[in-house]
Structures are given as structure tokens and as C-alpha cells.
């Protein structure tokens, strides 16, 4: 498998000769290749595991449905990797470029943060509470890249999460001087490494096999679109002791439909 993820990444440069330099420079760095391969081997064993007990005629069946559950798990890690994995390359590469549409801003982050709280419920997380705050009008048009944006606020909640067991993640959205900011905040404990994933120039060295493949790669492609959309990215301490990130992307107004821009007079709050 290791070895699929080598030759796939270099056939991926090979198509894009201007990228082959940056690309080059990517995958000789051992410490993130080490860690997707030790990952793809642990929720490869994880599935073969798993489907081995199914068969196995002493479980009940709700052992088999944990069973079950711990396969589909192992699946969504293996998809994640390799899509982060690979966008990640490709980003490298220079081959794709920005796709700027109409977005109604509003309407994109309630949709985030709705699928962040069925993602809560599915990772059983019932001791940390999401936080929703906004002061957008109920309808901004803004011409943005609304795939890598998603990708973007995402990743960083994802890896929120991977380290807040209880407390609280507050996720908001900011529209103010043709800059969109989406900040992430909780109160766990991986301010540490989100800011040296998040910040570093070379942010594939800070990562080492014995730490979570998946969650880095989260952090790695997310300042990686950042960068790549003329954004920027502030990583603090907050009040509660765990992390702030703040990603200020570049949106401006579709022509002919002005509304409010400014800080509304209210900020709203969903819990």
C-alpha cells in the first residue's frame, strides 16, 4: 500500500512538469509518508480484524453491530487520508486553481455547522458542546471558493475535536472588509501541535509516525488551501486554555446585490 501511495504521487507530478519541483520536495519528507503508511496499515488491520469477528458465531449480534460500526469507522479513516493525502499532492503540483461561484455565505455555515453536530452525535461526544456564533445578515452573496473553504473549516473542527473530550467548540463566521473569517475554538489540549502544524513553513516535518496520521493531514491540507487562496491563519491560546485558529480568506460581494457588510447589530448564538 505504501508503495501505491509513492508511485500514484509520482505519476501525479509527472503530469504536471511545472509542479515536479515542489512535488520532489514533498515526498522525500519521511516523517508524513511514515505516518500514512503506519496508518493505512492500522485501520487496514482494523478492518480485517473486525470483519474476522463478525464471522465468528460466539458474538451477539450487538457485538457484531460494534463490529460493524468499528469497520464503517476504519472506511471514513482510510477515505479521509487518502483524499487529504492527495489534494494535499496536487496542491503541490499546481494543477488545480481556485472555482470562485456565488455563495450565499450564510446559508454555507449553517450547513457546516450542522453536519459538525451529526458528526458529534456519531462520534458519541456528548460531554462537548458546539457553539455557533455568527453576525452575518441572513443573506450574503460572496463570490468564493465554496469546496476548499468547506475543506477548510472542516478539517480545522475535526481536528478540534480529536482533541476536546469535554467543554466546548465554538465555531464562527466574520464578514468585514472583502475578508471572510472563520474561527474554530476549543478547550482541549492540542494548541501545541496545531500551531507548529498550522504555522510551520514546512509543516510535514513536525509530524512523526507515533502521532495521529489523520489528524495531521487534516491540519497539513487545510493551511495548505489557506495558503494556496491568499489566506492567512492565526493559532492562539484562549481564555479556557485550549486553541483559537482564525482563517481570513479573501470574498468580495457579487456585483449588483449589496447587502449589509458590516457587524450586525446582534450576534447570534446556537448551542
Known sequence: MFEILRNNWHEMGSAVATGQEKLNKMINKPNILAGVSHEVRTQMN????FSYLMNNERFSDNEKREFSEQIISSCEQLVGLFENFFDTAVLETG???ESLRETDITRLFESLTSDFRV??????????????????????????????????VSNLFRDALDHTFSGFIKVGCTYSDEKTTFYVKDSGQGYPRSSDLLLSDNPEIQHSESQDT?????????RNLILAMDGS??????EAGGT????SLPAKESPGLKILTGSSS??????
Not at 233 to 238: G, L, Y
Open 119 to 152: 458528526f458529534m452525535r456519531k462520534k458519541g461526544r456528548d460531554n462537548v458542546v458546539l457553539i455557533q456564533e455568527d453576525n452575518l445578515p441572513d443573506r450574503l452573496m460572496l463570490k468564493i471558493d465554496a469546496a476548499r473553504t468547506t475543506r477548510i
Open 233 to 238: 491563519i492565526r493559532v492562539e491560546t484562549n
Open 244 to 247: 483559537s485558529v482564525f482563517v
Open 95 to 97: 494543477a488545480t486553481r
Open 266 to 271: 446582534e450576534n447570534k448564538i446556537a448551542i
Open 214 to 222: 489523520y489528524s495531521a493531514m487534516n491540519l497539513i491540507l487545510a
Open 46 to 49: 482494523s478492518i480485517v480484524a
